[in-house]
């Protein structure tokens, strides 16, 4: 058949709601090999990359593929733990503190799984086991909070492929953004005033933001524009002045422009500008990851105390903390609203049974 149908199917199932959290992926293991297969899958989502399609081939498989991934082995190798990528393991947390809390509120009603955009658990996967399990009404939620065609753009690609060939399509909701959702910002502002009360203040208040190329911004994405209001938020929550925080942003790839101001250079600025204590947080990232852990935590303290900075702190991302946990689930309940019931109607129950000639 060209089209899948869920083969458990009863019409006694109840029906039930999906809660799907998703993010970028990670490499299985950290070495080459892993590594190619990863950035091979990421690196050529168009979405990611937009460069016409035979150039940008020729570029990734016959240079960048071939240099790549020794790096990227050896830069995952001094953040990987024994419970595996930081990133997967704290969205295997995080998945796990939002199923028992909604667990408790709505018992069997709502399914919580996590899926990753790129490798596995894939979104195809994830969300094929769910509506085996029942689910008819689907929420998905991309944990980045600044909205980008390279991320969540590419994610609501990947939903739309997983549900392509699905005979039944289930009510589908998609949260796009949620880079200004006051919960979100009260536990961004939260997690400073902790790290305050223990280490105090630094002369800045750095927000650094994974980068994109400066084009994507010129041709129409918000992702800048939801980075900059997040830092207003959650400085305004502070109280912080205009020159007691700064927007950055990271993780440059290949030659070309991309958002400024970049977090290197400007932490290798900032000494001479008498600028000598900072504190880092990267609100765009749900999870740590390599980007955080080893690009902020480690490669730009290096280049801040190498330019005469004196002290260099990193706050840690929201990873499984209640205060974000709870964050999450205001935002997923809110954009539940109007599914709290979902038992079948029973009617179509009895049509679609006397239709198919069944009581299934
Ligand atoms: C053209 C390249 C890239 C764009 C555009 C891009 C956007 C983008 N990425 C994230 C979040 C993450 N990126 C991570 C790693 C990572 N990113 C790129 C390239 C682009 N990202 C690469 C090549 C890598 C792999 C690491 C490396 O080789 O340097 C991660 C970490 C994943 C992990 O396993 O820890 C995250 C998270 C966002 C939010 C974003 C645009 C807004
Ligand atoms: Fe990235
Ligand atoms: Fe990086």
């Given amino acids: 058949m060209k089209y899948r149908s869920n083969e458990t199917f009863t019409h006694k199932q109840a029906d039930k709601i999906g809660v799907l959290l998703t993010n970028l992926g990670t490499p299985e293991a950290p070495e080459k090999g892993a590594l190619k297969r990863y950035l091979r899958e990421f690196l050529s989502d168009p979405r990611v990359v937009e460069v016409p399609k035979l150039i940008w081939w020729m570029i990734l498989n016959l240079v960048i593929l071939n240099i790549r991934p020794k790096r990227s082995a050896h830069a995952y190798s001094t953040v990987w733990t024994e419970r595996g990528s930081p990133l997967m393991f704290h969205t295997q947390d995080q998945t796990n503190a939002l199923a028992a809390s909604m667990q408790q509120k709505y018992g069997d009603k709502v399914v919580v799984d996590f899926a990753m955009?790129?490798?596995?658990?894939?979104?195809?996967?994830?969300?094929?086991?769910?509506?085996?399990?029942?689910?008819?009404?689907?929420?998905?939620?991309?944990?980045?909070?600044?909205?980008?065609?390279?991320?969540?753009?590419?994610?609501?690609?990947?939903?739309?492929?997983?549900?392509?060939?699905t005979r039944w399509i289930p009510d589908v909701r998609f949260i796009s953004h949620y880079h200004d959702f006051t919960p979100y910002i009260d536990a961004v502002a939260g997690s400073i005033t902790e790290h305050w009360a223990i280490h105090g203040r630094a002369d800045k208040l750095i927000f650094t933001y994974h980068g994109i190329p400066k084009r994507y911004l010129t041709a129409g994405d918000p992702y800048h524009c939801e980075c900059y209001k997040t830092s207003r938020l959650v400085a305004e929550k502070l109280g912080l002045g205009k020159d007691e925080y700064m927007v950055t942003f990271q993780s440059r790839f290949g030659r070309e422009e991309w958002l400024q101001p970049y977090t290197d250079h400007t932490l290798k600025s900032l000494p001479e500008q008498g600028v000598k204590s900072v504190q880092m947080i990267c609100p765009g990232f749900s999870a740590d990851c390599l980007e955080t852990i080893e690009e902020i935590g480690i490669e730009n303290r290096d280049y801040f105390l190498e330019a005469g900075g004196e002290r260099y702190e990193y706050i840690a991302a929201l990873n499984a903390q209640p205060e974000h946990i709870a964050a999450l689930e205001s935002l997923i309940e809110k954009n539940l609203g109007g599914w709290e019931c979902p038992e079948r109607d029973s009617q179509l129950s009895a049509e679609l049974a006397t239709a198919m000639g069944s009581d299934k």
């Fill in 117 to 165: 955009r790129y490798g596995s658990p894939s979104i195809k996967s994830v969300t094929q086991n769910m509506l085996e399990k029942g689910v008819r009404q689907l929420l998905v939620l991309p944990l980045y909070p600044q909205y980008s065609g390279a991320t969540n753009g590419s994610t609501f690609d990947a939903l739309g492929e997983a549900l392509r060939k």
